[in-house]
């Protein structure tokens, strides 16, 4: 098993035809657990890493969910496979940085574990589009499995034990990655980002934080744990994206209505650039992918065409195109290998028309 | 400089250009004394030579780690370190009790309490409608569930 298999793999994210929705892309939950008894993996020794790695893989394989995964030590994967999984936003940059750092992904790549990162165990469960129901329950099922099976670190007082204050008591981060284009064109994104922060939420560039945001795309999670039931925090975060939801809505109707042809124009240059371009930077067609994103919710697209843009969105990015080449190549010679990528993905894309009123 | 093994080492980069200066301790504090990026040098190397003020008895990580890493050794340390950390988590979290859930299996303390607390009601109800053969159950009852807590 490789990381070349997870590319090639049909799976939630790239593939699933129908479950992408207008502006949330996806929406994850993460539990942060550890061992009790075994130091914290920035504290632990070398040795005291590897037996905490073998404990928390044998655990996790033994799951029905971890049937058949993909098990990869960092240690074991070049650069390039380590950024590809980076990219997928199936590991962090900290757990490829990190020593002993390993991760157990199910097939169909909706559920990661990470092992070693800042806690012993992070329990990651992505899906396509807004379901923070159904990713939280299997999130749930996944902890009661593992916590049958595991000692975990926890104190009546302060819920589950973590590495960092940040992420103790419910160890909890749930978050939303959204399409914002229309909140970014009108210029109100700083404004809404402030009022997020206000109100407890996070909102964070693409890959996570200290990231850009990338193709007008922000990833909002809550940052409390402690003091708060999941519920709570599941709400809390559930109103918000509702909310943004209706203002991203808004303000797209608006800029199409006030902008009229200028609207249309720009989404078509957009079109335009993408299926005739020779040598594409991954901002400029992340950028770019998102006004065809925003076009295929508009109807100025076919909605069935989302799905492919928002694979050209991950699969645009600078490992996956390298890893797909197979050479190595330089950074004119990645721009080229997306170009003949995205047009030849859009070749098939009927041309961008004002939808019928 | 003066002959005495250096033991102060200091590189500077100003505009680009990397200097090194090597002092023996007695030449630092004088010669240091007029730069202030040296100054803030010696803070940091005083810092780190600081004796630390709590040591987790688990895993030998101290307070001073903790401020260097913002992170904490072990579970452990939770109790080691809690009176300082109250007052972070104060700043950071929404309050300092948690109200999520429990690791499978584990019926938490609080939830046991609240069981006792419930018991005790109960029990002076039945007492009060002089149902004692109720009373008497719950007694047992409650005796039962509190030798599951730590006592306070």
Redesign the interface.
Known sequence: MSVEDILSAENELTHLLGAQQAVVLSTRVRLAR?L?????P??AKEAQRKEIADKCIKALTQLSRFKKAHIFKMSELTDLERTVLVERHLVSKELITGKSGAAVISRDQTCSVMVNE?DHLRIQVVKAGWHLRSTWNIA?QL??AL??SLE??????????T????N???G?RVSAMVHLPGLCLAGHIEKVSRALGQD?LAVRGWLGEGTEALGNIFQISNQ???????E?IMKHLGNWIKNLVEQEWNARRKLAEEEGPRFTDRLARSLAVLRSAHLLTSVESMNMLSHLRMACDLGYLPETSRHLIDRLIIEGQPAHIQARHGKDLDSDGRDRSRAIAVREALAGLPEITEPSA | MCGVIATVHLTQIIQGKVSKIHYCEACANKGGAGDPAFFELQKLAQATTLKPAIVCPVCKFTDIDFRRLGRLGCPSCWDVFAAPLDQLLNSVQHDSQHMGRVPVGELSFNQIRKQISTALAEMNHAIKSENYEKAAQLRDEIAKLKTQIPTE
Not at chain 1, 36 to 40: D, L, S, T, V
Not at chain 1, 163 to 166: F, S, W, Y
Not at chain 1, 224 to 230: D, H, W
Request: with cysteine; net charge negative; hydrophobic share 35%.
């Open positions: 550890n009790q008894n075994h130091p914290f920035g504290w800042e749930e902890d009661d916590g049958s975990i670190a926890f104190s009546d007082k302060l819920g589950f034990l590495a960092c204050p940040t103790v008591g419910t909890l407890g409390q744990t402690l003091g708060l039931s999941e709570v």
